[in-house]
């Protein structure tokens, strides 16, 4: 090319005819295009700055398309001046020509007309067919291997727009749509973008859901590895606002296989090692990033210490799994609680537990400055406990916990009375939306008005007369408080001449149709259940507002009864009184206590059942009762055996040992095999060892130094000791030494090899006198060819469970949360159908947590480790979760700060009525704060549920029936007595009395349970309600409920050549123990 155009000038030199011939000097495009091409290069070597082979490509490609066409049109301009006509081609027509011709639109307005012209076109559109590509052909390559490895954040983007940056292994589609879901269900994160970095190439499914509108823009994938700094360039993580590394849990290495014992923990050893250098590589990178950081075991938790915000899935797993067996569905309480939802799942269901249920699952916590807060800036001076009360009566906020404002603070949960709120005091309070969206409307005239008329029309309803005066008032004021909107803050109607007063004939009975018409809204849960169908009604004198009456027949009416003086009796102390001078139900929560100890306070003798109990933790004896033989009392005294203190191992660094109930002396470590006789014990069997209460079975592959978490909670100090149940651990592989140490001091906690596949095993276990089977997921199943088949094993094995003993409370981890719909499956389980249905409508509809409605979910039978994930998620929002969930389950302790316990509502209890007054009675006598209620409702005749709809400003009752599949039929009533028959073989073999095993089916089976959390003020509790209640540290004793006491077969009772019963059964205290000490 360049002896092309450049030779001819040097023979014009010496032959000057020559200077009028033609030299194609624009041919020297061509040179400059390749000039174009090595400065770039040289630039780059210079500036020491690598380059993009992409943009490099890109500019060839222009580069050549322009030379095309430059080269075209000016020879074509050329070689047309040899055409006789005049009218020749301009320089612009000739480009015109060109891009037209290339372009294969040939409109035909211009056109050569000879012949060298018409060659030269056909020359260039064939050099055009091949340069052009070949430049398009290394463009797409790169493009696509750019595509596979990822883009590159820029850096203008960088710093004008925020971005957070995921490390994980692999790519697995529901970990990262759960990760995007829960980062951008918060308002204020939208405009964030989210970089993904993995070595892995996205699968299917992840590029699928990259190209979803809603991630498109937002999710930028990078393949590269975090220990690569290059790779930490290309995502800006120094200019990222945040770095999550992840952790993936499903993901087994089959290399690992080979391996015949503790597979499983192997594999999570090897994913926290690579967790731990991707957290050190960018810490040593962008040391200002903070970093939230999901680590699996705990032992290796203190590698990353000194991350932001870490959550441990081993710490978290057995203490959510612990906390069930004593409250119950507490995984279900927290999941929901740590999952954003607007509270309208169930919104538009027929159902009022979906209802119920789903709007009370929209409950979260939020943290707000006392003295930016119109919840409870009010209260500044106050004690916590009247704030927390008050807060929730007049708002329906559940304020739970504070943080101080000294530096190094950690949230105290119900730090008590005795805290004095002050206006610079962080408060955490759980509510549906945060105050700070929260809109606060008053009353207005016609607002009252029509609450008084809504009173009228009530006591119309309800066909009151003045001969139902001695009647309790219960029914009259709930019915008041679900069709008005005042609540508990009624008054109860004057009494005499002051009452309204009717007779029989002169008031119209109101039809069926009328009744129905004015039944409580569905909105309003103190009516939930309640037909305004009755003729029973009271009047009484009005009391103060801010005193609740307790309903007929309580003490608080003996001083009405005995002359209206309110001193029924002698020894009754003084109460507060009401207008009237009547006792109140319910003694005020005060807004301060007294620093003195020595003060009076007013004190509330209308106990609840739970209160009542004798505490027994500070004497010798705990008194049970042989239901078999009632005057046989037997004594199970370990108190000399029996210390509270710290456990005196640490099994991991970064434990927090807690106060728990241990042994004096330590049980040798022959001693902990429950089925294995040794030189102290001679027993083979959990029901040899005569243990009062009924005992708790963990079914596990292999040990873990986590387990420890699980054995805390049902062991802290103030548990009394009659309520502590035997822990019984199943294993399939043997533990270690360490893992032996570290269980040896805690009383009643064995293990046992076996699995619950075999019979054999179970029964040894004690699974006839267990109240709670907990099954833990299994890392070797993962081996599985499908992804989703790694559950496979736990789920047949529950359903064998719930076949084979179906009075077991069964609670099993799972790996996938989808799966949890097979848990105890049943084919014609109608009900069951519904609520996979409901859940096919929630997740269209986008819900983050669409299988709440799964009832082995709401009843809190099954749990994911997944579910944590958004925890992690969270704490970018709200950095106070972590630490406060950690208080809540008992993980960690904080000086001052209360931990959650739990309160059964009995028969004897019902007359707090509701919520609110439970709420008022907890915070005023043992300043518990309540936070929840799980419930259980009963399905007679197997009616599933009795639920409202609206028509026409109307309500009409549906059902919908539970087709039972196990016991309707003359089959499956068969398949009872064959079950039972393989059982009782298997007992008899094993030397076990057979009249233990109970054929029958469970009742749980017609039932549905869900957990309410932070529900309404006027919501109408029902019998065997439990409340998850928040008890202040150091505060007033509330001894637990006494256990149902276990009926002592004749296997477990002592023959009469035994010791007497007064003598106790101590626990083995190390090699001096003999078996005798045990009988």
Known sequence: MEMLTSFPFL?????????????????????????????????HRVMQKPHSALQQRLMILVATILCLIFTCMCGVEHLE????????????????????????????????????????IMIMIGVALKQVPLQLEGLAYITIMRKKQGGTYSRHRAQTEK?????????????????????????????????????CELDNNMTALMQVPMWAQRVIYIQGSALKDQDLIRCRMDDAEACFILSPRNVMDRSEAAYTSNVGQRIRNKID???????????????????????????????????????????????????????????????????TSRGQEGADSHSLWQRLYGKCSGNEVYHIILRDSRFFGEFE????????????????????????VEEGAHIQLNPGPRHIMRESDTCFYMNITKEENSVILKHSNEEREREKTAVEIAK?????????????????????????????????????????????????VPSPECRQKYMPPLGREAAAGLTLDTAAASSASGVDRNHLMPPAGDDGLQGQRDGGDGQGADDAPPMPRGREGRRASIMPVLEMMSSDPEDEQLKDEKLLHAQKQVDIEGEEDVLLWDEEDPATLLIWDEEDQWIKGNPPIIPYIGYMPAPCHLLSKPKDICCLELDKK????????????????NNIIVAAESAALGMVNFIVPLRQHWRPKHTLKPIIILLEEKPGTAFLECIRPFPMVYYMMGTVENLDDLLR???????????????????????????????????????????????????????????????????????????????????????????????????????LDTLLYQSFVKDYMIGAMRLLLGIDQAPGSGYLCELRITAEDMWIRTYGRLYQKLCSTTHEIPIGVFRTQSQPDNKSEVGMSRNDSSYCMLSVTIEEDDSSSLGATEERKEIAGIVRQKMKRLDLPEEEYDSEVSDKRNKISYVLINPAFDMKLEMDDVIFIIRPAGGPKTPSPMPPRRKFSSRRRRPSADPPRGEPRAEPQGSNATADARL
């Open 11 to 43: 023979l014009t030199i010496f032959w000057r005819p020559l200077r009028q011939f033609f030299i194609p000097v624009f041919l020297n495009c061509w040179l400059a295009k390749q000039l174009l091409e090595n400065l770039f290069n040289d630039l």
């Open 81 to 120: 001046r040899a055409d006789s006509k005049e009218d020749h081609f301009d320089l612009f027509e000739a480009m015109y020509f060109t891009v037209v011709t290339f372009s294969t639109v040939g409109y035909g307005d211009l056109k050569v007309e000879i012949w060298p012209s018409r060659l030269f």
């Open 163 to 199: 971005h957070v940056v995921v490390c994980t292994t692999t790519m697995q589609y529901d970990l990262f749509t759960d990760f995007l879901n829960e980062f951008y269900a918060h308002q204020h994160l939208q405009d964030y973008f989210v970089v993904l970095l993995s070595p």
């Open 273 to 339: 090692q690579q967790t731990i250098l991707r957290t050190w590589a960018v810490k040593d990178f962008a040391p200002r990033v903070p970093l939230y950081v999901q680590i699996l075991k705990p032992e290796n938790r203190f590698h990353v210490a000194f991350a932001d915000h870490v959550v441990c899935e081993d710490e978290f797993k057995y203490a959510l799994l612990a906390n069930n067996c004593l409250c119950p569905a507490t995984s279900t309480f927290v999941t929901l609680l740590i999952h």
């Open 381 to 404: 001076g106050k004690s916590f406990t009247y704030a927390s009360f008050h807060a929730h009566k007049k708002y329906g906020v559940s304020l739970c916990g504070i943080r101080k």
């Open 460 to 508: 119309t309803v309800i066909n009151y007369t003045p001969e139902d005066e001695k009647v309790e008032q219960s029914k009259l004021e709930t019915a008041i408080a679900g069709v008005g909107t005042v609540a508990l803050e009624l008054h109860h109607f004057a009494g005499g001449g002051k009452t309204p007063t009717a007779s029989a004939a002169g008031t119209p």
């Open 678 to 693: 040794c030189d102290h014990c001679k027993w083979t069997h959990a029901a040899e060892y005569n243990w009062p209460n």
């Open 765 to 867: 276990a004690g699974i006839l006198q267990a109240d709670t089977v907990v099954i833990v997921d299994k890392e070797s199943s993962k081996l599985a060819e499908e992804d989703y088949m790694a559950d496979a094993n736990q789920i047949v094995a529950v359903q064998t469970l719930f076949k084979l003993f179906p009075h077991v409370n069964i609670i099993t981890e799972l790996t996938h949360p989808s799966n949890m719909r097979f848990m105890q499956f049943r084919a014609k389980d109608s009900y069951a159908q519904k609520m996979a249905e409901k859940q096919k409508i929630e997740t269209s509809k986008g819900s983050n947590i669409a299988y709440m409605f799964r009832l082995p979910f709401s009843a809190g039978n099954v749990f994911s480790a997944s579910m």
